[in-house]
C-alpha cells in the first residue's frame, strides 16, 4: 500500500487520504486530531509482548491503524524487576509504526525507591508516558506511596507525563492512597480500571460510581475499559458513548492479548446513539466518616486556613473546622463535606503530606507539620469493603 502510493501523483494521493478520512469514524478521527497528550485517542494496553500479535512492531502497527489505536501501553516492570520487553529498540521500532508508546508498571510498595527507579528507566528508554498500576498491595502504604512519588518525579521530573491506573470504586478503599497517588507531585492522569464486566454491573453504572468519587482528585479522567473476557460489542459501543458524555478526551482498553476479534471490531464500529450529560452527585462525609476522602479534604481545608490533623477521621476538630469554613464562605452549616461545601473546599489547592517524613513548621508546609511524620493516617488500617475487580496474576506465571 505505501509503494503504490509512493507512484501516485499528489494530487491522487490527496483524494485519497480525504476518502480514508471519510472511511473513518468521525469521532475517532476527530479526537485523534485534537490529541494533545499519549492519553488522549484511543489506547490499548500490552500486557506481554509475544502474545500480542506475535510481539511484531509491524504487526501491531499494521493492527493499530486498523483499529484506531494510537497509543500502546507496554508493560516495563513488575515490582523489582524490569521487563527485557521494553527495550529502547522496541520503543523506537513501535514509535516507527506511528505509535505513541508508554510505559505500565506494576508496583507492590516493598522497594519503592527500586520500583520508581525502573519507572525512570523506561522513561529513559523512550516512553512517551509512565503509568502507575497500584492496586491491592497499596493498600494503606501511604509513606510508601509518598516515597515512591517523590522518587519518581526527582528521576522524570514534575511535568513529565504521569497516569495512575488505580481501582475506580474509592469507597470500597478506605485506605488506598489515592490522595498520594493523585495528589500533589502525583500523576496528572487517572485512569480507572472500570471493568464493567468483571466488577458484575452495567456501563453505566460503572462510570456513575467511578466519576462520582474520582472527579474530587482535580485529575483528568481516561476511562479504562475492559475487552477481556469477550464483552458484547453493545457494551464497549455503551463504554465509549458515555465516555464522550463523561468528557473524557481518550479511553483506553485492557487488553490486547485477551482481545477478540469481536472486541476489535466493537473499537471501530460506528455509534448510534448519543448519551447526555450526568448530572452526578456528591457524596457527603459526615461526622464519624473515615477514609482517604476524609484526608483529602483536611487537606484542603488546611490549604483554606483550618488546621486540623491529616488523620483519615471527620472527629470534633475536622467537624468544628468544617463548620468555621461552611459559615465563612456563607453555606449552611452541617459540619458536613456535602454536595455545597466540596466544590468550595476544592477551589483551594491540597497541601502536601510528607508521610513518614520529618515534620515541618512553615506555615506553607502546615500540612506536613499537622501529619508529624506520621508513616499513615489512621484510616489507612480500614480494610477495603471489597475488591470490585477480581484479582490477576500481573508476572509472566
Not at 524490569?82 to 514509535?95: N, P
Not at 452495567?202 to 474520582?214: G, I, K, L, Q
Not at 470534633?316 to 459540619?335: D, E, I, M, W, Y
Amino acid at each position: 500500500m505505501r509503494r503504490s502510493w509512493r507512484r501516485t501523483t499528489p494530487l491522487l494521493a490527496l483524494a485519497a487520504c480525504l476518502l480514508l478520512g471519510l472511511l473513518a469514524p468521525s469521532a475517532d478521527a476527530a479526537t485523534r486530531r485534537s490529541a494533545a497528550t499519549p492519553f488522549d485517542g484511543t489506547g490499548m494496553w500490552i500486557w506481554i509482548t509475544s502474545r500480542s500479535s506475535g510481539g511484531s512492531p509491524a504487526a501491531i502497527g499494521a493492527r493499530a491503524r486498523r483499529y484506531g489505536v494510537r497509543a500502546v501501553y507496554v508493560k516495563s516492570s513488575d515490582g523489582t524487576n524490569m521487563w527485557s520487553q521494553f527495550s529502547r529498540s522496541y520503543v523506537t521500532a513501535l514509535k516507527a509504526q506511528g505509535l505513541k508508546v508508554c510505559a505500565w508498571q506494576y508496583v507492590y510498595g516493598r522497594a519503592p525507591e527500586t520500583e520508581a527507579k525502573l519507572g525512570a528507566t523506561a522513561v529513559q528508554r523512550g516512553a512517551d508516558c509512565l503509568i502507575i498500576d497500584a492496586e491491592s498491595e497499596y493498600e494503606g502504604r501511604y509513606a510508601q506511596a509518598d516515597r515512591y512519588m517523590r522518587a519518581l518525579r526527582a528521576r522524570i521530573g514534575s511535568s513529565y507525563p504521569l497516569g495512575v491506573a488505580p481501582f475506580p470504586y474509592v469507597d470500597y478503599h478506605l485506605g488506598f492512597p489515592y490522595s498520594v497517588f493523585l495528589g500533589p507531585n502525583g500523576a496528572q492522569y487517572n485512569l480507572p480500571q472500570m471493568y464493567w464486566k468483571a466488577i458484575g454491573t452495567s456501563v453505566d453504572a460503572v462510570f456513575s460510581h467511578t466519576y462520582t468519587y474520582n472527579r474530587l482528585y482535580g485529575r483528568r479522567i481516561y476511562p479504562l475499559g475492559q475487552l477481556y473476557e469477550n464483552p458484547s460489542p453493545s457494551s464497549i459501543a455503551r463504554f465509549r458513548t458515555l465516555a464522550t458524555a463523561y468528557g473524557a478526551s481518550g479511553v483506553n482498553w485492557w487488553d490486547w492479548q485477551e482481545t477478540t476479534n469481536r472486541g476489535w471490531n466493537a473499537l471501530v464500529a460506528p455509534l448510534t446513539t448519543r448519551a447526555s450529560a450526568p448530572r452526578l452527585s456528591y457524596p457527603t462525609l459526615r461526622r464519624g466518616a473515615r477514609g482517604d476522602l476524609v484526608v483529602w479534604a483536611q487537606q484542603h481545608l488546611i490549604t483554606a486556613g483550618f488546621r486540623v490533623k491529616v488523620d483519615g477521621g471527620l472527629g470534633a476538630n475536622t467537624r468544628a473546622a468544617l463548620l468555621r469554613f461552611q459559615a465563612a464562605k456563607g453555606l449552611s452549616q452541617t459540619g458536613a463535606v456535602d454536595a455545597s461545601t466540596w466544590p468550595a473546599l476544592l477551589r483551594y489547592a491540597a497541601v502536601a503530606v510528607a508521610w513518614g517524613g520529618k515534620p515541618r513548621s512553615s506555615a506553607r508546609t502546615a500540612g506536613a507539620a499537622v501529619a508529624g511524620g506520621a508513616s499513615r493516617p489512621t484510616s489507612a488500617t480500614i480494610p477495603a469493603r471489597a475488591r470490585e475487580i477480581p484479582p490477576k496474576v500481573h508476572s509472566r506465571g
